[in-house]
């Protein structure tokens, strides 16, 4: 229904078309409004207003304009108002309840990965149907409390990387698209896809694929083409969504044209290409290799902000850091009193003062009582010191992260 606000009409977000100038916006709940003009291009930049959460918008018929003569498109709408709702959700079941289930998907998923890759390797076709099972199993354990799956992603086997390295970025990419307000079926495309984007990888020469050094020019060829090779695997697989082939297909693009296999340029890239470039790499730099040391998320994080926007979006990277928090869950991290613990909850509010589960005492160089310190409350005087790694202090991490948060 159109309501007349002086020379501007307020409408619902399903009467917005392409063409409309757009004056303010407001949320789901009405009680936010945001001052945010410009033209709405296409449909999908109608399509990114209603996952934001908007339900209305005031338009100004007067500037209305064919899509082709638009000069002003209506910014991205990243701003930490449109978020603020979204950020202040509680989970619905609490991290120690949800650890035992996320326990179970991720070591199924990993059965089934291997299942996979083999039947892969072997010519047979890909049951589409059990690895979309296991994939919205894992969305609806992150739909419940996403800090359990985001701490197992974060425990890795260095001689398991393409297997762990596919799951975790289905994990990071559910946690990501839920950030931003996607509907729940987008969400599930968007965790298939990410779950198969590299599967490709296994086609590639094991010489070239796990190769310690640099690559030649040749030997970098030959593994830009597992792009290609997942794309005609996922060809003779039926029931294959539009949004998994392009996770698959662009993962590898980059905004500025220098990426592979077509060199597109960021507008040529879709918005799901955008995202899993992202949460593909950010994964890849943090993880540990049999021949290369793991990033810390931090030093990650400013990788993708310095490739921004040549790379990545720049908005879309923003929103990634804020989503996992600059102390992501599952990251081990030193406070200033010389405990050691895992990030075990986010505080939107206070980004650097989040909840560390303590086992350790560097100083003493002897474990403690867990305790869970949220670095918010007055009462805690402490500070995270510095990320670390579990071998710094000869830590034994997954037995630590199973007796706190498994068994």
Known sequence: MKTKLNSFDDIAIGELKPGMYVVSISTDNDKLSVKSEGYILNDEGVNKLVRSGIKRVCVDPAKEKKTERIDKVL?????????????????????????????????????????????????????????QESTNAMVDSIFRNQDALSCMSRLRIK????????????????????????????????????FLHDIGKVLVPDEILNKPGKFSRVEYEVMQEHVQLGLRVLEETPEISDIAISMVAEHHERID?????????GYEISEYGLMIAIVDSYDAMTAERVYKSAMHPITAFKHLIKESPDYYDKALVEQFIQCLGVYPVGTLVRLSSGKIGLISKLNKSKPLNPCVRVFYN???KQTVAMEEIDLSLSKYQDQIDRCIKPEEFSLNLVGFFKASFID
């Open 257 to 265: 044209g220098t990426g592979y296999p077509h060199e597109l340029l």
């Open 75 to 131: 910014p991205e709408l990243s701003s930490e108002a449109l978020l603020k709702e979204k950020s202040q959700e509680k989970p619905k079941t609490s991290l120690d309840q949800e650890m035992n289930q996320a326990s179970k998907l991720y070591k199924n998923a990993k059965a089934l990965q291997h299942k996979m890759l083999a039947a892969i390797t072997e010519g047979k076709v890909i049951d589409v149907e059990g690895v």
């Open 159 to 194: 001689d398991e990387y393409l297997v762990e390295h596919s799951l975790n970025v289905c994990i990071l990419m559910t946690i990501f698209a839920k950030h931003l307000g996607f509907d729940k079926p987008t969400i599930e495309q968007l965790s298939l896809g990410a």
């Open 362 to 364: 560097a100083r003493l």
